[in-house]
């Protein structure tokens, strides 16, 4: 078989395994996991060998020897009712004592804070004694909180996987590379390690050296967990030293930020932005140094997308500047798989999942049932954008114990090899235009939109992530774009879609960037000249100046909220349109939406429920707008979404350019290649006429998951 580009799990005790599926997986290359070693028999079988590090947690006892030298966080209370006018408030009683210290080493005065919620203003009058803040001049009935900063004891990345695998070891401590002395001991640690191992050819930097926001419960459960978060970059250094650069001081409200901890679903404030900015060059002057050093031993650095990620920003400004030779990240869907492979980077390697690990990998579990749907998303964004290598992570011992997922893995690994051999390092075709995906943060979040964590189902993500999916694996050029941008610059000249999606009030939608008359008028005018728009869940959604939906004009809908409720609205009538071609069954919207209706008897309404709107097409001016209550990905949304799209640009018969007529399997279209690639996307026989150049090709038929290759 075709050998190389996959990175294979190793582990002391397993060679002979090894060396056996290195040969079965066409391995090249075998890397370390956290909780593994590779022996000297392993890394003399001829392989790349690739090690993780994780300098912050590399040295103990000296972190240890330097209690003040630790990372910190801030942590808020939960609310507490006042019944009197005195209350005592016990900080760190919904928090694990074995992650968190409170820092009572620090101006507490300064660097704390009480916090009347209901009246929303700080509280003077308090001290701390024995682990409680007793509030001596409390108002009865208002709610009060504490935030503080704590020492994190325990790594938290090392503290998971203490958790999950149900480890003893002496646990890690995070050092923070803000003081001058952690920085010189690391780089010292760094060369120390690379001395003593002349045998590594690539450093796998895992991340650098701010864990992203993970805390948890006093019951040793995640209780807050945000996949962007900075908030364990906080330090009173850290804090001096932004004042003297920003010229104004932070408080611990602009950590806690009510309890929000600044989730990226929220609009981003000044104060927030500048936190993220003076670390982002921090921690991208560092990890340069320790690229260099990595370099100056002839081995190559890369990094893992994740863990210890909070500071690098891919799609920041700075990351270019640290100098990686590739990024290597945990693919779990195809939004994550294009969120690592569109990084600008030398190369990107995926990390499938599942991770080798005992809560997938145990008696009676089945790896295979959970890796073909993460495979069938990660193949559709591989097809639009491959990444050079693939592999696995965790214990080797317990996956070689499954041999259908040994076999299933074999058949990964020759589909991965199969796309960049049958392609030869050409695009696939893309549409004639371009779509933007508009929210608050731009092209800072690319392929990062309604993230909790990272690929988990969450409540109030899926309904909204599954247009991210979809368009991870279709025919169209992608860029995210922030309102900011348009303010600033205007919309892009080859834009031909604009995507806007989220709930109202949230970051994804824009919230008050709706107020915006130059955004406004913008869109307005960009879709009267010929543009798309689509609109999902509660687009353009901002009340004001009696309207909701503030692009109701160019969507043809708007949200009845109660106060309009008198009013009389068109009748929505269903009709038949191109987007819903394809559809024979009921829509999955999600969550969806109600009380959506028509503003006029032009809007085209193409699915309803109980009088709601789910789905609608609309002209405006020389252009087009459709609007959908949800989309979960499924094989039916990832349809409407492209035939929405080209409908929304104009282009439809452009869609027919590379088609295929069963919408449970895709077409992608390499013309330089002069091959085109169809996949079944279904546990099932399917049949299919495929298109190309607009005219019907012969009939294919494709069995369960299977990836099929044809000349043009």
Not at 215 to 237: A, I, M, T
Not at 565 to 587: L, M, P, Q, R, Y
Request: charged share 25%; hydrophobic share 35%; glycine share 8%.
């Amino acid at each position: 078989m075709e050998k190389g580009r996959f990175t294979l799990p190793g582990e002391a005790g397993m060679e002979a395994v090894i060396r056996e599926l290195a040969e079965k997986w066409g391995a090249d290359a075998v890397r370390d996991s956290d909780g593994t070693k590779l022996t000297d028999e392993i890394t003399g079988m001829g392989l790349l060998v690739y090690s993780t590090l994780c300098l912050i947690r590399m040295d103990n006892e000296w972190a240890k020897a330097h209690p003040e030298c630790r990372q910190q966080t801030y942590l808020l209370t939960e609310a507490k009712t006042a019944f009197d006018k005195e209350l005592e408030i016990i900080i760190m009683e919904h928090y694990f004592s074995e992650q968190f210290e409170p820092n009572t080493d620090t101006d507490i005065k300064k660097y704390w804070q009480v916090s009347d919620r209901t009246k929303g203003e700080p509280v003077d009058s308090w001290e701390y004694k024995d682990g409680k803040v007793i509030i001596k001049e409390a108002v009865p009935f208002h709610q009060y909180t504490v935030s503080f900063p704590a020492w994190q004891i325990w790594e938290p990345v090392s503290m998971y996987n203490h958790l999950t695998n149900h480890w003893t070891k002496e646990h890690k401590i995070p050092v923070d590379i803000r003081y001058p002395e952690a920085r010189e001991h690391i780089l010292k640690v760094l060369e120390q390690w690379l001395e003593d191992h002349p045998g590594t050819d690539v450093v796998r930097f895992t991340t650098f050296f701010y864990n992203f926001d993970l805390f948890y419960n006093q019951y040793g459960k995640e209780k807050q967990v945000n996949w962007f978060g900075y908030v364990s970059c906080v330090s009173q250094l850290a804090m001096e030293q932004f004042k003297e650069e920003y010229g104004y001081e932070l408080t611990p409200e602009d950590f806690v930020d009510q309890g929000y901890y600044h989730t990226p679903f929220k609009n981003p404030d000044k104060h927030y932005l500048d936190w993220m900015e003076f670390n982002q060059k921090f921690v991208a002057s560092f990890a340069k140094e320790c690229v260099d050093l990595v370099h100056s031993y002839g081995k190559k650095a890369i990094m893992f997308l994740g863990d210890h990620w909070a500071g690098t920003e891919p799609y920041g400004r700075y990351f270019k500047e640290i100098g990686l030779d590739a990024v290597v990240g945990a693919a779990g869907d195809g939004v994550t798989t294009r969120m690592i492979a569109d990084i600008p980077v030398k190369e990107t390697e995926a990390r499938f999942y599942p991770y080798f690990f005992p809560d997938i990998f145990h008696e009676g579990g089945n790896p295979v049932g959970e890796s073909r749907p993460i495979w069938k998303k990660c193949r559709r964004a591989l097809l639009r954008k491959p990444m050079a290598r693939m592999g696995y992570g965790g214990y080797l011992s317990l996956a070689s114990r499954f041999p259908d997922f040994i076999e299933h893995v074999t058949d990964i690994a020759g589909q991965f090899r199969a796309i960049h051999k049958e392609t030869n390092g050409t695009k696939a075709h893309t549409a004639p235009f371009k779509v933007a995906v508009l929210n608050a943060w731009g092209s800072l979040r690319s392929w990062q939109t309604h993230q909790v964590a990272h690929s988990l189902w969450n409540q109030r993500c899926y309904s909204y992530l599954g247009v991210m999916e979809a368009l991870a694996g279709l025919p169209f050029d992608v860029e995210f774009i922030s309102f900011e941008d348009i303010i600033k610059k205007g919309i892009p000249d080859n834009t031909g879609v604009i995507i806007n999606a989220g709930d109202g009030g949230t970051s994804w939608s824009g919230a008050e960037y709706w107020s915006d008359m130059a955004v406004v008028t913008a869109i307005r005018r960009f879709v009267s000249e010929g543009g798309g728009f689509v609109g999902i869940g509660e687009p353009a959604a901002y009340l004001r100046e009696g309207k909701y939906f503030q692009l109701e004009d160019v969507l043809g809908v708007q949200k009845e909220i109660g106060f309009t409720a008198s009013t009389n609205k068109c009748k929505a009538v269903k009709t038949e349109h191109f987007i819903t071609e394809d559809c024979t069954g009921a829509i999955d919207y999600g969550e969806g939406m109600t009380m959506i209706y028509p503003v006029s008897a032009g809007t085209k309404v193409l699915d309803m429920v109980n009088g709601s709107c789910n789905l609608a097409a609309n002209t405006y001016g020389e252009g087009r707008a459709v609007y959908i209550a949800g989309m979960p990905y499924n094989d039916v949304n990832a349809r409407i979404i492209l035939r929405a799209l080209y409908w929304a640009a104009g282009k439809e018969q452009h869609m027919y350019q590379c088609f295929s007529s069963n919408l449970y399997t895709e077409c992608s279209l390499f013309l330089q290649a002069g091959k085109f690639c169809l996949v079944n996307n279904s546990e099932e026989v399917q049949h299919t006429q495929v298109y190309l150049g607009g005219a019907k090709a012969r009939a294919y038929t494709l069995q369960p998951m299977e990836m099929c290759w044809d000349i043009i």
